[in-house]
């Protein structure tokens, strides 16, 4: 079992930036591939972002690519979402999942790849 709690979110201007952190329970975090999802009132939980177990791989939605990275300190069992350049359209609340343990994700981009999510935080960015 693995617990998710998200933190960092907030208000910003656009073209501002923040960094998300993912804070996970248990000790096998190293484990897991872990993913970031956004969502908006009405509409469907996207993908964000993603990172594999090993660290060695990272996937993009292309509405974030080049502004957007993800990285994890096993040690610290936190990944990390930094967003850069920010724009109203990223307003969401961001949510936090791991996938399967010792598991290679084959679709990140699919929210069925990870069984543990976390409550979300709420980013909010003026024009």
């Known amino acids: 079992q693995v617990r998710l709690v998200e933190s960092g979110g907030g208000l910003v201007q656009a073209g501002g930036s923040l960094r998300l952190s993912c804070a996970a329970s248990?000790?096998?975090?190293?484990?897991?591939?872990m993913g970031w999802f956004r969502q908006t009132p009405g509409k469907e939980r996207e993908f964000v972002i993603g990172?594999?177990?090993?660290?060695?791989?990272?996937y993009y939605a292309d509405s974030v690519k080049g502004r957007f990275t993800i990285s994890r300190d096993n040690a610290k069992n936190t990944v990390y979402l930094q967003m850069n350049s920010l724009k109203p359209e990223d307003t969401a609340v961001y949510y936090c999942?791991?996938?399967?343990?010792?598991?290679?994700?084959?679709?990140?981009?699919?929210?069925?790849?990870?069984?543990?999510w976390g409550q979300g935080t709420q980013v909010t960015v003026s024009s």
């Open positions: 999942a791991a996938g399967r343990a010792a598991t290679t994700i084959r679709r990140p981009d699919q929210r069925y790849e990870y069984d543990y």
């Open positions: 248990g000790r096998t975090f190293s484990s897991y591939a």
């Open positions: 990172i594999s177990w090993t660290g060695g791989s990272t």
